[in-house]
């Protein structure tokens, strides 16, 4: 089974602040996701990374940046906070394999800016 | 530009009879679609995908269909079960095409089976 794991499950920070939020998967899975959820809106993709030290600009990178220094691990960071940040950030990892290509998720953080 | 659509925020059935989620998009390139599944405060659980060669595919209770020409697609639960209760995302990818695995999702349904 793939497992995806998120460094929280809820976090309160104030604006302004820098925020880590860190992902690890044990798959050995070259790519890796991070999404954010809101209500109406779905899933929207942030950043994603294909490879250790590869990262590419997804839909709303404004305000986020990432690092991938080891292929099990992906962090996504809130330079200076804002309200507007104020989210579900979801991670996954995606597993290729013939006629498939599916993207398990962790359980999720919930952040919240104040 | 929504490229992937679910028009229905909601969705209320009996136990015991179908569900019908649908899903439709605007990019034609798109040529693998996924539905996963959201309980609150977890992540998303992939249920059910299926590839642009076919137009159905079926794992147990979960049947989904896609309609190239409408550029449709439905997850069809059956039966329904109290615990199918969550939040249904579909999400579509171009995978033959730069293969990056970019998926995009639709805004998602909420689905409420009553006992």
């Known amino acids: 089974d793939v497992k995806v794991t998120q460094s929280s499950r809820y976090l309160v920070k104030r604006t302004g602040e820098k925020v880590f939020l860190e992902c690890v998967q044990d798959?050995?899975?070259?790519?890796m996701f991070w999404y954010r959820q809101d209500p109406g809106l779905g899933l929207r993709l942030i950043y994603f990374?294909?490879?250790?030290?590869?990262?590419e600009k997804g839909d709303i990178p404004e305000g986020y940046s990432v690092s991938r220094e080891k292929k099990e691990r992906f962090s996504l960071i809130l330079e200076s906070a804002s309200t507007n940040q104020t989210s579900m950030y979801l991670c996954?990892?995606?597993?290729?394999?013939?006629?498939?290509?599916?993207?398990?998720f962790g359980p999720g953080t919930r952040l919240t800016v104040l | 530009d929504q490229q992937v659509k679910q028009n229905s925020p909601s969705l209320s059935v009996q136990e015991g009879r179908i569900s019908i989620l649908n899903c439709d998009y605007t990019?034609?390139?798109?040529?693998?679609f996924l539905w996963y599944k959201k309980y609150p405060a977890e992540g998303p659980t992939f249920l059910i995908s299926?590839?642009?060669?076919?137009d159905k595919n079926e794992d147990g209770r979960f049947t989904v269909f896609l309609n190239k020409s409408a550029k449709h697609l439905s997850l069809h639960i059956v039966p329904s079960q109290p615990g199918d209760s969550a939040v249904y995302f579909c999400?579509?990818?171009?995978f033959g095409s730069g293969n990056t695995g970019k998926l995009i999702f639709g805004q998602g349904t909420t689905l409420q089976v009553k006992p």
């Open positions: 996954a990892s995606r597993r290729i394999q013939r006629g498939s290509d599916t993207q398990y």
């Open positions: 798959m050995d899975h070259e790519n």
């Open positions: 990374s294909y490879d250790v030290k590869m990262k």
């Open positions: 990019n034609s390139m798109f040529d693998y």
């Open positions: 299926i590839s642009s060669i076919k």
């Open positions: 999400a579509a990818s171009a």
